[in-house]
Nanobody
Framework: QVQLTESGGGLVRAGGSLRLSCVAS????????MGWYRQAPGKQRELVAT???????NYGDSMKGRFTVSRDNMKNTMYLQMNSLKPEDTAVYFC????????????WGQGTQVTVSS
């Protein structure tokens, strides 16, 4: 059973930092492509960052230079370091595993709330 568990969200002032974590179970994490997405109230879910099995990363345009995605395969954990946070970064942040050749489907965590005050 695939399980993705996010943590690390909270309330922070503009300009501050947060580090999110996503612990995965039920998957071969070291071979998994993973991603972070976010959804603000009234808006569509959008890409934050992805990291593949080769540690290649990709970021949404508004996150470049401020956010850093990383992974620790020994801990089955993906991280998102968020710096220089802005009020518009306020959203629920979700961990995603898009499936692979063995595990079909699109898997999501329950999300963690990030609120940035001005």
């Amino acid at each position: 059973q695939v399980q993705l568990t996010e943590s690390g969200g909270g309330l922070v002032r503009a300009g501050g930092s947060l580090r999110l974590s996503c612990v995965a179970s039920g998957i071969a994490f070291r071979f998994a492509d993973m991603g972070w997405y976010r959804q603000a109230p009234g808006k569509q879910r959008e890409l934050v960052a992805t990291i593949n099995r080769h540690y290649t990363t990709n970021y949404g345009d508004s996150m470049k230079g401020r956010f850093t995605v990383s992974r620790d395969n020994m801990k089955n954990t993906m991280y998102l370091q968020m710096n220089s946070l802005k009020p518009e970064d306020t959203a629920v942040y979700f961990c995603n595993f898009p499936g692979d050749t063995v595990l079909k489907g699109d898997y999501w965590g329950q999300g963690t709330q990030v609120t940035v005050s001005s």
